[in-house]
């Protein structure tokens, strides 16, 4: 069982920065892909980046060049640094634990979300 919880979201102006965290319980988490999604009202979740334990990255096209992944094993988090930001990255934001895909169906853990809103 892994529990998740994200944190750093809030209101940017765009142009600007934000970091999200996702704290992850669980002696397991090294094993785990781990990954960010992304839920904007009346739009389907869709896949932001991910992360295997090894350090292979995938990222969606829509954030590559201004968004990194990364995580810190020995304190069960990941991280998504997010720069240049953009009013269309607005979003709820989710950590999940699962495989290294893009694919949603092959996460098994998620978080509550942390908003992300950026302001034109």
């Known amino acids: 069982q892994v529990q998740l919880v994200e944190s750093g979201g809030g209101l940017v102006q765009a142009g600007g920065s934000l970091r999200l965290s996702c704290a992850a319980s669980?002696?397991?988490?090294?094993?785990?892909?781990m990954g960010w999604f992304r839920q904007a009202p009346g739009k389907e979740r869709e896949f932001v980046a991910t992360?295997?334990?090894?350090?292979?990255?995938v990222y969606a096209d829509s954030i590559k060049g201004r968004f990194t992944i990364s995580r810190d094993n020995a304190k069960n988090t990941v991280y998504l640094q997010m720069n240049s930001l953009k009013p269309e990255d607005s979003a709820l934001y989710f950590c999940?634990?699962?495989?290294?895909?893009?694919?949603?169906?092959?996460?098994?853990?998620w978080g509550q979300g942390t908003q992300v809103t950026v302001s034109s």
């Open positions: 669980g002696r397991t988490f090294r094993t785990y892909g």
């Open positions: 992360m295997g334990w090894s350090g292979a990255r």
């Open positions: 999940a634990a699962g495989s290294l895909t893009s694919r949603i169906v092959n996460y098994d853990y």
